[in-house]
């Protein structure tokens, strides 16, 4: 079979698939892995959590920029593709690097274009995806496989070859997302697509994306998906102090993953019948009630469909959240207003996870209830922007 041929049975939604499903396989290995590397290479606990919060502090910084450079570029697809192969090619850098400063420069540097190119991701797949009548949420499912899959491979590579199997399998799958970047299609149409009705505000520059009934429902999920770091920060050491074992943890962690994946597969049947508000308030809610039950040491029986909220919690919310920004933004911003949300959603966090760690200290499992207000306050600013700008249908 020609090459002529094989291009043209992969559509760009297939191939747009192959690149998210290799998008989160190197963080779906640090995840599992880098900590016990980490630690055998003699770095300390205090190191270790400046290790990995440094390239979050730095993506602040940097995600809004590189969304407005991929704006003004002809096609996401370059930022994109630059982007992936940056984060490829210095990840080698771990293979001479032993102490806490090398590490940090490297891993730092690995990090940000990794992180800055999602955002970017996200945007031109919804904008196309829109366009053809497809369904951008299938798409982004595979990226959520693609990391479980890692993270039990993973897991399965360390026992047997030790903490040193880790930059090997780091390395590979940075390199094996550079490469199916190559692979990725030509995002924007060649000619200007008008998506909303004219009657309907759409923000076109950056400046629009301040007013508040427009930062309000997105810095709302910001909220509820900061709640979420404190889930993977503290969820496996709180279960354990409850008397959870340890054979069961995993699976619980691995559940929560399933049922993010399913919505995603779902999400078309949702985004057709409700508003992409409602939706982020219904996460919200569901999040508070979650983080509730949380607060009093459920039963591994009831963990269970705890877990299974997450498809609610995070998985619908984030959905919504990135349908929301793209009805009521134009292409001219596409990239930087999905960067300003991602932006938003790791200022939260960060508050999130030092706010969480002292209160652990002194409420311990109770800390979830700080959590589940927080998550509603979410809540409370989505109704907000409800109250000031009804949703797309209706102000059409």
Same mark, same amino acid.
């Given at each position: 079979?020609?090459?002529?041929?094989?291009?043209?049975?992969?559509?760009?939604?297939?191939?747009?698939?192959?690149?998210? $499903?290799?998008l989160?396989?190197?963080?779906?290995?640090?995840?599992?892995?880098?900590?016990?590397?980490?630690?055998?290479?003699?770095?300390?606990?205090?190191?270790?959590?400046?290790?990995?919060?440094?390239?979050?502090?730095?993506?602040?910084?940097v995600n809004?920029?590189?969304?407005?450079?991929?704006?003004?570029?002809?096609?996401?697809?370059?930022v994109?593709?630059?982007?992936s192969?940056?984060?490829?090619?210095?990840?080698?850098?771990?293979?001479?690097?032993n102490?806490f400063?090398?590490?940090?420069?490297?891993w730092?540097?690995a990090?940000?274009?990794?992180?800055?190119?999602?955002?970017?991701v996200d945007?031109?797949?919804?904008?196309?995806?829109?366009?053809?009548?497809?369904?951008?949420?299938?798409?982004?499912?595979w990226g959520t496989?693609g990391?479980?899959?890692?993270?039990?491979?993973?897991?399965f590579?360390?026992?047997?070859?030790?903490?040193?199997?880790?930059?090997p399998?780091?390395?590979?799958?940075?390199?094996l997302?550079?490469?199916?970047?190559l692979?990725?299609?030509? $995002?924007?149409?060649? &000619?200007?697509?008008?998506?909303?009705a004219?009657?309907?505000p759409?923000?076109?520059?950056a400046?629009?994306?301040?007013?508040p009934?427009?930062?309000?429902?997105?810095?709302?999920?910001?909220?509820?998906?900061?709640?979420?770091?404190i889930?993977n920060? $503290?969820?496996a050491? +709180?279960?354990m &102090?409850?008397?959870i074992? &340890?054979?069961?943890?995993?699976?619980?962690?691995?559940?929560?993953a399933?049922?993010?994946?399913?919505?995603?597969?779902?999400?078309?049947?949702?985004?057709t019948r409700?508003?992409a508000?409602?939706?982020? +308030?219904?996460a919200?809610?569901?999040?508070?009630a979650?983080?509730?039950?949380?607060?009093?040491?459920?039963?591994?029986?009831?963990?269970?469909?705890l877990?299974?909220?997450?498809?609610?919690?995070f998985?619908?919310? $984030?959905?919504?959240?990135?349908?929301?920004?793209?009805?009521w933004?134009?292409?001219d911003?596409?990239? &930087?207003?999905q960067?300003?949300?991602v932006?938003l959603?790791?200022?939260?966090?960060v508050?999130?996870l030092?706010?969480?760690?002292?209160l652990?200290?002194l409420m311990?499992?109770?800390?979830?209830?700080?959590?589940?207000?927080?998550?509603?306050?979410?809540?409370?600013?989505?109704?907000?922007?409800?109250?000031?700008?009804?949703?797309?249908?209706?102000?059409?």
């Amino acid at each position: 079979m020609s090459s002529t041929n094989q291009a043209g049975r992969l559509t760009p939604e297939l191939r747009t698939t192959g690149f998210y $499903f290799t998008l989160f396989m190197a963080n779906g290995a640090a995840v599992i892995a880098l900590p016990l590397w980490l630690n055998a290479m003699g770095i300390s606990p205090g190191e270790i959590g400046v290790i990995n919060a440094v390239p979050m502090l730095l993506m602040l910084l940097v995600n809004i920029v590189v969304g407005r450079i991929a704006d003004r570029a002809k096609d996401w697809r370059s930022v994109i593709v630059i982007g992936s192969l940056v984060a490829g090619v210095i990840p080698v850098g771990l293979f001479f690097v032993n102490e806490f400063w090398g590490i940090l420069l490297v891993w730092t540097l690995a990090a940000l274009p990794n992180s800055a190119v999602n955002p970017v991701v996200d945007a031109a797949t919804m904008r196309m995806t829109r366009r053809r009548g497809t369904d951008y949420g299938t798409i982004r499912a595979w990226g959520t496989v693609g990391y479980m899959v890692i993270n039990a491979s993973t897991g399965f590579a360390i026992a047997a070859f030790g903490t040193a199997a880790f930059v090997p399998i780091f390395v590979a799958l940075s390199l094996l997302r550079a490469s199916t970047a190559l692979g990725l299609p030509q $995002f924007r149409s060649p &000619e200007p697509q008008a998506t909303l009705a004219e009657s309907v505000p759409v923000a076109g520059k950056a400046r629009e994306l301040l007013k508040p009934w427009f930062v309000l429902p997105i810095f709302g999920f910001a909220m509820v998906f900061g709640t979420h770091f404190i889930l993977n920060a $503290f969820a496996a050491l +709180l279960w354990m &102090e409850q008397g959870i074992p &340890e054979w069961v943890i995993g699976p619980l962690v691995a559940l929560g993953a399933f049922a993010e994946a399913s919505m995603m597969f779902a999400w078309k049947h949702f985004s057709t019948r409700f508003s992409a508000r409602h939706l982020i +308030l219904l996460a919200a809610l569901v999040a508070a009630a979650r983080w509730v039950a949380m607060a009093f040491s459920p039963p591994i029986w009831l963990l269970i469909p705890l877990q299974l909220t997450h498809a609610v919690t995070f998985s619908l919310g $984030f959905l919504a959240s990135v349908h929301f920004i793209t009805n009521w933004t134009s292409e001219d911003i596409a990239a &930087e207003a999905q960067s300003y949300f991602v932006v938003l959603q790791q200022s939260m966090s960060v508050v999130a996870l030092i706010g969480f760690g002292w209160l652990v200290g002194l409420m311990g499992p109770h800390a979830y209830l700080v959590a589940a207000l927080f998550a509603l306050a979410g809540g409370g600013c989505v109704w907000l922007s409800l109250r000031m700008m009804a949703p797309k249908a209706q102000a059409a």
